[in-house]
């Protein structure tokens, strides 16, 4: 069904277009909603670009219960646009400064969220929703509203467009690497699993960060050529012989940083099959898979830990690698009402990086 862009109500209220989750195990749909007004501390944001991820079609497969959401919601949690309006008291901002939108929700008041860690926040099972567009109306529609100015950050001279997918395809990648620096040292060695829309990223903020040789593994070869042109040092396929051609090119070494951007069984056994003494996996993707870990299963002393999305402070440093150009996302643009075919492409795996709509054209 198409709905026109806005209009008013016989009671002056005007609603506009929003994509929304409507249901566990549902479709997506359009619906209207009324356009938000921001109150007192609150930002309007006039919405560029809303970015699509796989966390999505995660949340839309769940059973009821398993997530705390308010339903429904309007989709999109990489989110850019420009200031509309200013809620009474909200400070910082000036209309029309183009901003990113950080996506976690976080109770404000915890260890973690009073130091930015808003994404590993303390009360998230009593919030009504894990962020913007992930239980609570996100960017998936013409205006959004957040609940201060702290939850945007400027973006400078990008393209708003261009940068929706830094607030989580490149924030989430950021941080893990932020977080395994001290393993990154000259002469280290960093395996990437899974080239696409975290991957191509993941590449280029290594190579703009740290020191060290980055091996992609991508199954396609199309990407694998992509991740080269990126600045990977060896790019290889999946498969049986895996870990022999990386320790090979390791001479016998093994790697220091696994970036586990998959996370499915397979994965997870190549990266601890490879990891050195001392070394790091850290594991981003959410395929589920899972890698019996105790003392006798890898080398000595190898951290593994998850990473979940990024802190205020990780956003505000990738759009600063964009802004010098160290950073650029591969985007594929969609209109409005072609975000049924942008999921429908996100979920059949057939995207060129990261899929990227548009609400107000």
Same mark, same amino acid.
């Given at each position: 069904?198409?709905?026109?862009?806005?209009?008013? #109500?016989?009671?002056?209220?005007?609603?506009?277009?929003?994509?929304?989750?409507?249901?566990?195990? $549902?479709?997506?749909?359009?619906?209207?909603?009324?356009?938000? #007004?921001?109150?007192?501390? $609150?930002?309007?944001?006039?919405?560029?670009?809303?970015?699509?991820?796989?966390?999505?079609?995660?949340?839309?497969?769940?059973?009821?219960?398993?997530?705390?959401?308010?339903?429904?919601?309007?989709?999109?949690?990489?989110?850019?646009?420009?200031?509309?309006?200013?809620?009474? &008291?909200?400070?910082?901002? $000036?209309?029309?400064?183009?901003?990113?939108?950080?996506?976690?929700?976080?109770?404000?008041?915890?260890?973690?969220?009073?130091?930015?860690?808003?994404?590993?926040?303390?009360?998230?099972?009593?919030?009504?929703?894990? &962020?913007?567009?992930?239980?609570?109306?996100?960017?998936?529609?013409?205006?959004?509203?957040?609940?201060?100015?702290?939850?945007?950050?400027?973006?400078?001279?990008?393209?708003?467009?261009?940068?929706?997918?830094?607030? #989580?395809?490149?924030?989430?990648?950021?941080?893990? =690497?932020?977080?395994?620096?001290?393993?990154?040292?000259?002469?280290?060695?960093?395996?990437?699993?899974?080239?696409?829309?975290?991957?191509?990223?993941?590449?280029?903020?290594?190579?703009?960060?740290?020191?060290?040789? =980055?091996?992609?593994?991508?199954?396609?070869?199309? /990407?694998?050529?992509?991740?080269?042109?990126?600045?990977?040092?060896?790019?290889?396929?999946?498969? #049986?012989?895996?870990?022999?051609?990386?320790?090979?090119?390791?001479?016998?070494? &093994? =790697?220091?940083?696994?970036?586990?951007?998959?996370?499915?069984?397979?994965?997870?056994? %190549?990266?601890?099959?490879? %990891?050195?003494?001392?070394?790091?996996?850290?594991?981003?993707?959410?395929?589920?898979?899972?890698?019996?870990?105790?003392?006798?299963?890898?080398?000595?002393? /190898? $951290?593994?830990?998850?990473?979940?999305?990024?802190?205020?402070?990780?956003?505000?440093?990738? =759009?600063?690698?964009?802004?010098? &150009?160290?950073?650029?996302?591969?985007?594929?643009?969609?209109?409005?009402?072609?975000?049924?075919?942008?999921?429908?492409?996100?979920?059949?795996?057939?995207?060129?990086?990261?899929?990227?709509?548009?609400?107000?054209?």
């Amino acid at each position: 069904m198409h709905y026109s862009s806005s209009h008013i #109500d016989s009671w002056g209220t005007v609603h506009v277009k929003a994509y929304r989750m409507v249901g566990w195990k $549902q479709a997506f749909e359009f619906q209207e909603v009324p356009q938000p #007004d921001p109150r007192p501390g $609150q930002v309007l944001v006039k919405v560029a670009a809303a970015g699509l991820c796989h966390s999505d079609l995660t949340v839309q497969g769940m059973d009821p219960g398993v997530m705390n959401a308010d339903i429904p919601f309007t989709l999109g949690h990489e989110t850019t646009g420009w200031v509309e309006a200013l809620g009474t &008291g909200a400070t910082g901002l $000036q209309v029309g400064d183009a901003v990113a939108v950080y996506g976690p929700l976080g109770c404000g008041y915890c260890r973690h969220c009073l130091v930015g860690d808003d994404n590993i926040c303390d009360n998230l099972a009593s919030l009504p929703g894990a &962020g913007w567009g992930l239980g609570v109306d996100g960017g998936m529609a013409p205006y959004m509203v957040v609940d201060s100015t702290r939850q945007l950050a400027p973006l400078g001279t990008l393209d708003p467009v261009l940068a929706a997918p830094l607030t #989580d395809a490149a924030v989430t990648p950021y941080r893990a =690497i932020r977080r395994s620096l001290d393993v990154l040292e000259p002469g280290s060695f960093t395996l990437v699993l899974g080239v696409g829309g975290l991957g191509h990223l993941a590449v280029q903020i290594l190579r703009a960060v740290a020191p060290t040789t =980055i091996i992609a593994v991508d199954a396609k070869p199309e /990407v694998r050529e992509f991740a080269l042109q990126l600045g990977a040092d060896h790019v290889l396929a999946p498969g #049986d012989d895996l870990v022999a051609q990386v320790m090979e090119i390791t001479k016998g070494r &093994g =790697i220091d940083l696994t970036l586990d951007i998959v996370g499915a069984e397979g994965t997870l056994a %190549a990266a601890m099959a490879l %990891a050195n003494a001392g070394s790091r996996v850290m594991l981003i993707g959410a395929a589920g898979g899972v890698f019996p870990y105790h003392l006798w299963s890898t080398k000595w002393e /190898v $951290q593994v830990s998850s990473s979940m999305w990024g802190s205020v402070a990780d956003l505000r440093a990738v =759009i600063g690698l964009a802004e010098r &150009g160290l950073l650029k996302p591969k985007i594929t643009t969609f209109t409005f009402d072609q975000a049924p075919a942008a999921y429908a492409a996100l979920e059949h795996g057939t995207l060129e990086g990261r899929a990227v709509v548009l609400p107000n054209g």
